[in-house]
């Protein structure tokens, strides 16, 4: 988080990490193909030629807060390849919530659990508590076979601490509801180091429905709080 009081800016950063091909990049890009582009920026991707990513992809959004501050949203994703865990840590500097994007697939468990360990260790080399930066879990791909079932998924959220989203990210499915768990995650940690609410009067409430008016959520858990009436302006 970068509060900027001369210029009224507060910047968020949130982070999609993850094991190589879970589907972190798809995730942004169907965020970008449904915010507005009054209120986004142009998806950045660096890409290897077979589309892995290289460096990182960054969505920001943006919106004016009723008190006048400008808030960007920056959304990140990691590259999951093994050898680029040095960019990892970089991208992971300074976030204010992280997305862990897992392949909900049995064969694939020893693998998010060992990104998970690497999330942990970055953040510790990058100085960040991990338990001060809130993670929210995605488990994709949900549509391929030998997929953990619903009631494990269900018995996961029981143990843990972090919400625990499924998702098929190529169809769109869980995807703008973890970008909501995420960004709430966000905002309370925002809120327990700055005061977000008492100093530059941005509440949660105004936080989550700034972004979400802006997206098009048709078809998802998040239409009936944000979907826009028929015809009409966002709300
Ligand atoms: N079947 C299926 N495929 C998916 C899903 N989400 C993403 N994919 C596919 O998985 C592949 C990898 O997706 P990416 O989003 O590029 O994965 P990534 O996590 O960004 O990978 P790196 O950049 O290498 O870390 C692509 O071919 C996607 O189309 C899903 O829900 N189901
Ligand atoms: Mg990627």
């Known amino acids: 988080m970068q509060l900027n009081h001369a210029q009224r800016e507060l910047t968020v950063k949130v982070v999609y990490y993850g094991p190589g091909l879970s589907g972190k990049t798809t995730n942004l890009q169907l965020i970008h193909a449904r915010t507005l582009t009054e209120v986004r920026g142009r998806l950045l991707t660096v890409e290897t030629h077979d589309d892995r990513t290289l460096f990182f992809d960054l969505l920001p959004v943006f919106f004016n807060t009723a008190a006048g501050f400008k808030v960007k949203v920056k959304l990140f994703t990691v590259p999951g390849q093994v050898i680029h865990n040095a960019t990892r840590r970089i991208v992971l500097q300074g976030a204010d919530a992280v997305a862990f994007i897992a392949d909900s697939r049995r064969s694939a468990g020893a693998e998010n659990n060992s990104y998970w360990k690497n ?3 970055n953040m510790r080399e990058n100085g960040l508590d ?6 929210v879990i995605q488990f ?11 009631a494990e998924l269900e018995e996961s959220r029981k143990r843990g601490a972090e919400p625990i989203i499924g ?3 190529i169809r769109g499915e869980g995807v703008l509801e973890t970008l909501y768990e995420v960004l709430r995650a966000a ?3 925002m809120e327990a180091r700055a005061h977000l609410a008492k100093n530059i009067q941005l509440g949660e409430q105004e936080f989550l429905s700034q972004v979400f008016a802006n997206i098009d959520t048709t078809g998802t858990q998040l239409e009936k709080a944000y979907g826009r009436k028929a015809g009409g302006a966002a709300r």
């Not at 991990?130 to 993670?135: C, D, H, M, S, T």
């Not at 994709?140 to 619903?150: I, M, S």
């Open 167 to 169: 998702a098929v990210a």
């Open 119 to 121: 999330l942990h260790e």
């Open 130 to 135: 991990p338990a001060q930066v809130p993670v």
């Open 187 to 189: 905002y309370r940690s």
């Open 140 to 150: 994709n791909k949900r549509d391929l076979p030998d997929t953990k079932a619903d």
